[in-house]
């Protein structure tokens, strides 16, 4: 009962009221043809939990190992005992083009045991995603459920921009098939004129008795965006400084889509 409540925090951010203060811990932006960073702000070095946001790679991985077939397939029904703190949207048979609309917990965890740790481990060691870690919570066995919730599988925002501008560019290690499918799925967004793909994600830090940091949420937002034939990739990693309720994530993205006009004004032609 206790790992599914901190997941349920972990994951969807549900606290008590209180005013809004977040810290924005690191904006990178990177030319997405040749990688240069245009702009960097902040510690974009130092890794942390991708949350949420490791659903792009894990749906390159599913969709490169064979599991997931196509935006429309496996649909998997939902079961008793699965993750259903998302409400309605998570009680649902769900796809893979559902799966990252509603951001399905359950649904990562169907591909992450039918894959298997060791096999994960070597997708994101090809990839270069942050640390590899497939160790999970220690002494929890739990890898499968959460390596990516607030546990030890951890990534920085600079990785995470260029795992995101291999993607985008299908220079990944996997097949190129498994890279459309992926990029079909991601959400779509505009922003000042610019089409903007990306993934939000939300979680806490655990303090030293390992309890969950509630006051200190991470919330991110990554992806790339593209105008007129010009491409950047970026991530904005933000950390609150109080009690929040709404999602970390969802606040990230809102606040980064309204000033991407003057971050795009800021970067050199």
Known sequence: MKLICGIVVAV??????AAASAATLCTVIADGTSGKVLLEEGDCRTRVTPASTFKIPLAVIGFDSGFLKDENNPALPFKKGYADWGGPDWKQTTTPARWLKHSVVWYSQQISHALGKERLAAYTAAFGYGNSDWSGDKGKDNALDRAWIGSSLKISPAEQVEFLRQLMNRQLPVSRDAMDKTDRII????????????????????????????????????????????????ARLNQDETLIRAPGGLRAR???????????KRLPD
Not at 12 to 17: A, D, E, H, S
Not at 254 to 264: A, P, Y
């Open 12 to 17: 969807l951010g549900f606290l008590v009221p």
């Open 187 to 234: 959400e779509r967004s505009t922003a000042a004129g610019w089409t903007v793909a990306g993934k939000t994600g939300s979680a806490f830090p655990r303090k030293r008795d390992g309890s969950l940091d509630r006051a200190r949420g991470w919330g991110w937002y990554v992806g790339w965006a593209k105008k007129n034939g010009r491409t950047l990739v970026f």
């Open 254 to 264: 809102k606040e980064f889509l309204e000033g991407w006009d003057q971050l795009v």
